[in-house]
């Protein structure tokens, strides 16, 4: 019986492990000498296998790790960035979110979805204190912050606090600037939930269906106007939401 003589073997888990381990070190090694810094986009996986000559499944372990690692962002169809310290979405107060992203000196851009008139659903009616299938203002705006979608904004205003509503180009301004004008706001209501995205949030935000997510519900009301009712839908790993009041010495919230 003839013996067979090994002059190779396969790549196993091992190997695998070594791999993609070294890929890691590679893209930390360059996030750390400053190559790549917070809010770079990373090459494609594409790009990483042909550069450093491994398999795109190799690629992909690395990268999908450190993602969790918190070492970078990635968002499909859009890429991989290194990760910046999460900003601050704040709870307590109503801020325009380019404003925000334009104060961290990055750059701004709004996809518009939608904006259309409907008829109020009963939970929207309710919300905005107005009759059941009476006409409202929807808007759908997916804000990003350089080109990472980083808010989903599905927002419906009462016609009568805000009449020109839809006659604003949302690319260039926002609700929020809008409104501020048109009905300043005077009481807000926030409910905050942790919540997993559907699949069409998963599409506009660019991420998987099991990153949790950061939901605030917020009413708006003006001289005890109801104006509208928004549902602000934040992707976990790259938002982090923060409140804080001050208060008088006897206890009392200023």
């Known amino acids: 019986m003839s013996r067979r003589t090994k002059t190779s073997r396969e790549p196993g888990a091992d190997d695998l492990q070594a791999l993609y381990a070294k ?5 930390v090694g360059r996030i750390g000498d ?5 809010g770079d986009r990373l090459p494609s996986e594409n790009e990483l ?8 499944m190799t690629v992909n372990r690395a990268l999908r790790e450190l993602s969790i690692e918190g070492v970078i962002v990635r968002a499909k169809g859009v890429g991989s960035f290194v990760a ?4 601050y979405a704040e709870l307590l107060e109503v801020r325009n979110i380019a404003d925000e992203i334009a104060q961290r000196g990055h750059r701004y851009r709004a996809l518009v979805v939608q904006a259309a008139t409907e008829l109020a659903t009963h939970k929207v009616a309710q919300a905005l204190g107005i009759g059941s299938g009476a006409p409202v203002f929807h808007s759908v705006i997916v804000h990003h912050e350089n080109d990472l979608p ?6 419906f205003v009462n016609p009568a606090a805000a009449r020109d509503y839809l006659e604003h180009d949302f690319t260039l301004t926002t609700p929020n600037a ?9 009481k807000a209501e926030h409910i905050v939930e942790a919540v997993l995205p559907t699949p069409w949030e998963c599409r506009l935000l660019a991420i998987s269906d099991v990153e949790p997510c950061l939901l605030i519900q917020r009413r ?4 005890e106007v109801s104006v509208s009712t928004a549902r602000l839908l934040y992707p976990g ?12 010495g006897d206890g009392a919230a200023t």
């Open 237 to 248: 790993a790259r938002y982090r939401l923060r409140g804080q009041h001050t208060t008088g």
């Open 23 to 27: 890929v890691k070190q590679m893209i």
């Open 34 to 38: 400053g190559d790549w810094r917070p």
């Open 220 to 223: 708006t009301w003006s001289n």
């Open 178 to 186: 809008v409104l501020s004008i048109a009905a300043p706001l005077t």
């Open 84 to 87: 910046e310290a999460k900003p």
């Open 150 to 155: 980083v808010q989903l904004e599905d927002r």
């Open 49 to 56: 296998v042909r550069e450093l000559g491994v398999s795109r």
